[in-house]
């Protein structure tokens, strides 16, 4: 039986593993964000806003759907229509199946959550990589990206470069006088009566012209009786010039060969020889004139390829529930769904195979610490679900995926990396700490919201002449002003101001005290060259150990929970 001091000793060893850090994080905190972390720290409290995003295989039947359901369009997202409730509380309705294709119609997700999609401007053709998928709504976005009836079409210049340029047929030139003489000498012998006439016809038909050409000295009729009689005369010559030709090519066709004085003079095998050869070369049809052929058509593009990793069984599981209630067996032929260590497999195998990788990293899920500790723990945040060494660790294992995705790059391709945390040191400082390991020669950072603008308005110029607006169903108020297509910049400039998106050292981040959704944060980078140093050996290093990695992966999954519980479905995808 143990004592009453042990069971004490026992009891407060076990409070120590909780110990409180809300201090720790309250003061890093408020040391990077200064006079907002209180504002800022009051909007991550409140409930995560979710919108519906249509499924973009089946667009009409879905913006039908939320029309029926009373949603209301937001402003447009380019290539992505989505929409919010009438009413910010309440349940969120599940979404519905369409009859015809037996898809879901929407997805339930934070609005910021698609700006990786949108930096990453997957297009027809490309061989994509989600490096850490599950849930599985980015991985929903991508593939309507790649594969669905709104994709695009890669650049002009991309394509024009990678398809070879047609063979035009050869056009001879006329040779120079030096080697026309060879060139007759070769072709051998012409009849002579058949070329002086021709010559006698060019020099009739140059006559002419000439008598045609001339001016005029005078205004007198002496001088237009004068020039209408060289005219005269020029044809004359010339319609006799014709008739010997004629005459010479009757000859020739009969095998005659040649004038009688020409074949007296020869010895009767070379006079039968050069009439048989004049013969032939009478006969003989005229060389085939070539004209450039038309360019011929662009062959279709390949459909493309999307590999969806996810390490974690338990979400994988979730991941291809939601390939499947969302993708038509036609695009799921091309989405390959993989089980793998992101920064082990790729840090070996694959290299310089992807034109475009996602990772959308696991992180320390601030906003779900922050309201987890508010609802179950009175405001006290333990060890085990935030530390600011377990921040540094998960930076570690964030730029191990990023160096596994620069390897799986060509030179060319693009990554976009995120996450949904609000600490520097798991963005912007990932971001450095990748540019310091792959240097400058081979790594460079694109502007982010630059980006984003060109892609809205990109999509919307594509299809403004053939997409409805949204929202112009019954029963639906096009309250936004670019709600079916944002074609013009202030189109996307609503988009930014929609979202609340900053601008960083290195990418930008959506915050909730500036628009209502996120946090996420994203970085475009590309590969502008191969990294000598970016090998296998420098990849696999020893991994730090810890669960701050399958606690980000559970706090997301109680997000995605929260939600389907207040949709009344639990079949539906869900991505916070």
């Known amino acids: 039986m143990r004592s009453s001091k042990q069971s004490h000793v026992r009891g407060h060893r076990a409070k120590s593993k909780q110990q409180d850090n809300s201090k720790e994080f309250e003061k890093y905190y408020s040391g990077v964000y200064g006079s ?40 447009s997202l380019g290539p992505l229509h989505s929409y919010r409730r009438a009413k910010s509380s309440g349940s969120y309705p599940p979404p519905p199946l369409d ?109 002419s012209a000439a008598a ?17 009689e060289a005219r005269a005369r020029a044809r004359m010559q010339a319609s006799e010039a014709s008739d010997r030709a004629a005459a010479e090519d009757d000859r020739a066709t009969r095998g005659d060969g040649g004038t009688d004085d020409q074949a007296a003079g020869q010895p009767p095998q070379e006079a039968a020889s050069a009439g048989a050869s004049a013969q032939t070369a009478a006969v003989q049809p005229p060389a085939p004139s070539f004209s450039p052929l038309p360019l011929p058509l662009p062959l279709p593009l390949p459909p493309g390829k999307l590999v969806c990793n996810e390490p974690d069984r338990p979400r994988l599981q979730r991941l291809q529930r939601v390939l499947e209630e969302y993708l038509p067996l036609s695009a799921r032929a091309n989405v390959e769904v993989l089980n793998y260590q992101g920064h082990a497999y790729w840090g070996r195998n694959q290299a310089s195979s992807y034109d475009r990788v996602l990772v959308d990293a696991p992180c320390s899920s601030d906003r779900h610490v922050l309201q987890q500790a508010a609802q179950q723990q009175r405001g006290a945040i333990a060890e085990a679900d935030w530390s600011l060494a377990g921040c540094r660790r998960i930076a570690d294992e964030q730029l191990q995926l990023c160096l596994a995705a620069m390897r799986a790059l060509r030179v060319g391709g693009r990554l976009v990396y995120s996450t949904c945390s609000i600490a520097p040191l798991q963005n912007d400082q990932v971001v450095e700490r990748l540019l310091s390991r792959c240097g400058p020669g081979a790594v460079r950072v694109l502007p982010a919201i630059e980006l984003l603008k060109q892609e809205l308005e990109g999509a919307a110029a594509a ?69 000598e140093a970016m090998g296998a050996a420098a990849l696999l ?26 949709a009344g479905q639990a079949e539906r995808g869900e991505e916070a």
Not at 549 to 559: A, C, I, R
Request: hydrophobic share 40%; charged share 20%.
């Open 463 to 531: 299809g403004a002449a053939t997409e409805p607006a949204v929202g112009t169903g019954p029963g639906v108020k096009n309250s936004s002003a670019k709600a079916g297509g944002g074609g013009a910049s202030g189109g996307a400039a609503d988009v930014v101001g929609l979202l609340g998106v900053e601008a960083t050292k290195h990418g930008a981040i959506c915050l909730p005290d500036r628009g209502g959704w996120g946090p996420i944060f994203v970085a475009v980078l590309e590969k502008v060259g191969q990294v």
């Open 541 to 566: 290093r020893p991994q730090p150990t810890g669960g701050s990695d399958d606690e980000d992966e559970d706090g997301e999954e109680e997000e995605g929970e929260e939600a389907e519980v207040q």
């Open 212 to 228: 045609q050409q001339v001016p005029a000295a005078g205004s007198g009729g002496e001088k237009e009786g004068e020039e209408e």
């Open 99 to 207: 009859p015809a294709s037996a898809l879901r119609v929407w997805y339930w997700l934070d609005l910021a959550s698609v700006l990786p999609v949108l930096l990453l401007q997957p297009r027809r053709g490309h061989s994509a990589l989600d490096m850490c998928a599950a849930p599985g709504g980015k991985s929903m976005l991508l593939a309507q990206r790649l594969f669905g009836p709104y994709s695009l079409a890669p650049p002009p210049a991309a394509a024009a470069a990678a398809a070879p340029a047609p063979a035009l047929p050869h056009q001879p030139a006329s040779p120079p006088a030096g080697e026309a003489g060879q060139a007759a000498d070769s072709a051998g012998p012409e009849p002579a009566g058949r070329a002086a006439a021709d010559a006698e016809a060019a020099s009739a038909t140059q006559s």
């Open 36 to 75: 907002r972390w209180p504002v800022l720290r009051e909007a991550l409290l409140k409930p995560t806003v979710h919108a519906a995003v249509t499924n973009g295989f089946i667009r009409p039947a879905a913006d039908a759907a939320c029309a029926d359901a009373g949603l209301q369009p937001l402003p």
